[in-house]
């Protein structure tokens, strides 16, 4: 339904008032009006038409109109309304011949915020003949703007068949426009859209992409050098974001066709460019250089190339110090950050729901040239062994220069390289230690310059634990900067002061024992330093690493002594007195006082409140979810609180009192009870709290039989997340969960009741497996959980799966190789050789018997009696079926010889 011109008329008068910032009350009420008409057809039509019809208002106004309409899109579908998408998306890729700049921008973020939904398959189809035939410069950009941001957002649909495989089709068409076009604007979006689409390849698998841009590599080439050109000619940002984009190209190719480039003499070419770039001032092109080398420097044969190139090396190495050099920015932020109040810590675990198609990605620190030239450091060390002596020299005319970022420069080089080259370093370190050490001791040093070169220190760890002297004044030194007055000092000391203890502990763990559990004086100073840095003022987030800290400390010699009573007492103090909605600390807490009762083992005194709080977290958290249906609003959010208080209940779970405690409630709940929530409503919890509880179900089922009914209850809502489509992690966990459960039903079931249950499991993860076939990406590791699960079902109910066998066995048995031998992998091949004998047609197909011996070898069986007499009277299941050619096929096949003894 179109809008009345009286309502057009209306939203142009609500825009124009609101197009003012200066007046903020109107503004408010443009705001509100848009919301409550979010989900309005009619409103969509109107905002679509206002701004593609010039003329009905001002400019501005009407693109006031377009992005709020973007918004509106965006909202529509993620509150699940149809946004009246085919009344206006003509409407709007007729307006992108608009001659305003900033309203054809807006629009065409639209039109491609639409192709994202998948509600516009031929949207490619219509857009390019339409940039073919115009003449008019606006609308070609306009359209070039559209695809690019599609290109950018919807290259899976453009590949995978949602739009007709047009990706291979807009390739050679971005060649073509790049090899012709001498417009700057069209050059600039098309090479954008042209980087995006070669991103898109898989690093695993040949795509359509890949084959199209195999075919067009030499036409490429010549494109890219004249976008090269086009670059070199300017100065203007323009200019500048297509060599960004240009780099971007070459860094893709060069991953992908590296042989290929080589043998057509084109790597040269591009090298010098990298090069010549290098030494840019714009920070975007010296960034997208430096990516180039760090992307390249896992390639071996590219390294080894580049080596053998007369002065290449050299001369990246001195770009690539030059680029770890802090920027004026980078210090302004950092000086910025020493005089907030506070800094919030940053969480791997993140929220995320279980149906996202594909994985979260970690929380990753910003991508700098300071970062990448690092990096690439480090890596160029680890693959190439004639590295450290380019880079030395480097760093030896660096480490003692009288400007302090040149200096810093050299030891965040030295601390870069440890990984690749510490037995190298590692004679120097004699005489560089001392030489740090004296820094740090120093009150005149900048306090970035003794940051890194704690951080560098650090990097060393193991040469402290052969070098005692060394060892006690640089925990000496760490210990007097805990509280250093900057705070980037106290991050990079926490943090080393970490790595020093996790290597402590780890030695006390292989009983080999570090240098603080054989110095009682020195391991209770520790103690009574953390004790007085843990009532100090620090930020959150230096608060929350130095909890992980002292995580590792009390692992790393006893603490069950008066001096060690009085350092954790006041840390289980801190556990009620913090609220339970505090996601900064609370987390890291959490984990510290679990590992203090883990050291302490069990201790009653501890355990007891330490459990108490976390049943009022999770109990609080899950009423909430069911108070708010899954929507809590931001302020009562408990972040990853209930996350840790399960994972730290189900570390709990091994200690004598817990049966007792796990019936206490929060109020009507026992922990169990709460722990189920997820399952029974998991459209209300993210992904993390559900896997996290599915997690706990599942290794505690044999323990607790009240779960196992009730995960029986609840299996449709597992199986529902068992789609290799969503997320790799969901699925995988999912799939485990399900063998758990199979697995666990023997003496809680009849076996009617039994191959019900599996029949309903293996439906779902079956295919999961022969979908899975052998890829090589995050497949993979779904596949192995599905392979597992797959073999505990041949375990509890081989006689209703072994007619299924020969359509998947390849795949199970292949996964099942790869996978580390323990009692789950014991468990499911047991269940294997039970379907192999009830189904001994697989042997039909020597693959399989072949496959059957690499299975047998891949498990770590030692002395189990159970496992080696199950492999054995399948072998003689075979051994009989093959008759006189036993021989034969055992000369042929590898059987592990404990298994043939036990069969002869």
């Known amino acids: 339904m179109q809008p009345s011109q009286q309502e057009l008329e209306q939203i142009v008068v609500i825009f124009k008032a609101g197009a003012n910032a200066m007046d903020q009350s109107a503004v408010a009420r443009a705001t509100e009006f848009i919301q409550q008409h979010t989900a309005d057809p009619k409103f969509n039509t109107a905002l679509a038409v206002i ?21 509106c899109i965006k909202l529509a579908f993620e509150k699940g309304i149809e946004p009246n998408l085919a009344t206006i998306k003509a409407t709007l890729v007729k307006a992108l011949s608009e001659k305003h700049h900033g309203t054809r921008q807006a629009l065409a973020c639209c039109v491609s915020d639409i192709a994202k939904t998948g509600s516009y398959p031929t949207l490619v189809q219509e857009l390019w003949p339409q940039f073919a035939q ?9 359209i070039l703007f559209c695809i690019r941001d599609m290109c950018e957002n919807c290259a899976d649909q453009l590949e995978e068949g949602g739009m007709n495989c047009q990706a291979t089709i807009l390739i050679q068409e971005l060649v073509g426009l790049l090899t012709s076009s001498s417009d700057g604007e069209e050059i600039l979006f098309a090479i954008q859209a042209l980087l995006s689409l070669l991103s898109h390849q898989s690093e695993f ?3 359509p992409i890949d084959k199209k841009c195999e075919q067009l590599l030499q036409p490429m080439c010549t494109a890219l050098k004249r976008c090269c050109e086009f670059a070199k000619s300017g100065n203007s940002p323009s200019h500048g974001k297509v060599m960004e984009a240009l780099l971007g190209c070459y860094r893709m190719i060069a991953q992908h066709y590296y042989g290929q480039l080589k043998a057509a003499g084109e790597i040269q070419h591009i090298l010098h460019v990298i090069v010549e770039t290098s030494s840019s001032n714009n920070q975007g092109v010296l960034l997208a250089a430096c ?23 050299p001369k990246v190495v001195e770009q690539l110090f030059e680029g770890m050099h802090y920027s004026d920015m980078e210090i302004a932020l950092i000086e910025e950050d020493e005089l907030k109040e506070n800094i919030q810590p940053r969480h791997n675990w993140k929220k995320a729901k279980k149906n996202q198609s594909g994985e979260d990605e970690a929380e990753v620190e910003n991508w700098t040239v300071r970062t990448c030239t690092a990096s690439v450091i480090d890596q160029l060390a680890l693959v190439h062994p004639g590295f450290g002596a380019l880079v030395f020299p480097q760093i030896q005319s660096r480490l003692s220069h009288a400007n302090w970022k040149t200096q810093e420069v050299a030891f965040l080089a030295l601390g870069a390289i440890s990984n690749g080259c510490y037995e190298q370093v590692l004679p120097l370190l004699g005489q560089l230690v001392p030489l740090l050490f004296n820094l740090l001791r120093s009150q005149n040093v900048h306090f970035l310059v003794q940051t890194i070169a704690i951080w560098a220190l650090s990097r060393y760890d193991p040469y402290f634990s052969t070098n005692e002297a060394h060892f006690k004044e640089y925990l000496s030194i760490l210990l007097d900067h805990l509280s250093a007055p900057k705070r980037k000092v106290q991050e990079a000391t926490i943090s080393a002061f970490d790595g020093l203890m996790d290597q402590e502990a780890r030695l006390s763990y292989e009983e080999i024992g570090g240098f603080l559990a054989k110095d009682p004086q020195t391991a209770n100073a520790v103690m009574a330093r953390l004790t007085d840095c843990l009532g100090k003022n620090y930020t959150t987030k230096n608060m929350t690493n130095l909890l992980n800290a002292v995580t590792h400390t ?20 801190l556990l009620p007195r913090t609220p339970d909605t505090e996601v900064g600390i609370l987390p890291s807490l959490m984990n510290c006082v679990g590992n203090i009762v883990y050291n302490l083992s069990g201790d009653p005194q501890f355990v007891t409140p330490f459990y108490q709080k976390c049943l009022h977290i999770l109990g609080k958290h899950m009423q909430q979810q069911f108070q708010y249906k899954g929507e809590v609003p931001d302020h009562l959010d408990m972040g990853q609180n209930p996350c840790m208080a399960i994972y730290c209940v189900n570390d709990l779970c091994s200690y004598a009192n817990m049966d007792q405690l796990i019936q206490e409630k929060y109020l009507d709940f026992t922990f169990l009870d709460l722990v189920m929530m997820p399952l029974q409503q998991p459209d209300w919890v993210d992904g993390d709290l559900y896997l996290k509880a599915l997690s706990f179900i599942g290794e505690n089922l044999a323990v607790y039989p009240q779960l196992f009914v009730k995960s029986c209850q609840n299996i449709g809502n597992v199986l529902k997340y068992c789609e290799p489509e969503g997320c790799y992690k969901t699925c995988g966990d999912c799939c485990w969960f399900a063998g758990v459960l199979a697995i666990t039903a023997p003496g809680r079931m009849s076996q009617d009741e039994i191959n019900s249950l599996v029949g309903a499991l293996a439906n779902k993860i079956i295919p999961i497996l022969i979908h899975a076939g052998v890829a090589k990406n995050e497949v993979h590791n779904v596949a192995r959980h599905a392979a597992l699960a797959v073999g505990k079902f041949g375990a509890v109910a081989p006689d209703l799966l072994a007619s299924q066998l020969s359509s998947f066995y390849p795949m199970l048995v292949s996964h099942m190789i790869g996978i580390l031998s323990g009692m789950e992998k014991i468990q499911a091949c047991q269940g294997v050789m039970q379907l192999i004998k009830k189904n001994t047609s697989v042997f039909g197909d020597s693959n399989n018997i072949v496959l059957l011996g690499k299975l047998m070898h891949s498990c770590q069986f030692g002395d189990d009696a159970e496992t080696i007499s199950e492999f054995a009277s399948t072998l003689a299941v075979l051994k009989n079926l093959a008759g006189d050619q036993w021989g034969a096929v055992a000369q042929k096949v590898s059987f592990p010889p404990a298994i043939l003894a036990r069969l002869q």
């Open 554 to 573: 009390v692992s790393a010699f006893p603490i069950n002594t008066a001096e060690g009573m009085t350092f954790i007492r006041p840390i289980m103090e």
């Open 291 to 313: 990516t180039f080398w760090y992307d390249l420097s896992i390639k071996q044969d590219a390294i080894n190339d580049f080596f053998s190139i007369e002065g290449l090396m």
């Open 205 to 207: 698998e040949e795509s």
């Open 134 to 142: 115009s003449q008019d410069k606006g609308h070609r950009a306009g």
């Open 51 to 71: 701004a593609s019809t010039p003329g009905c208002c001002e400019d501005e106004v009407r693109q006031h109109a377009a992005l709020a309409l973007k918004n």
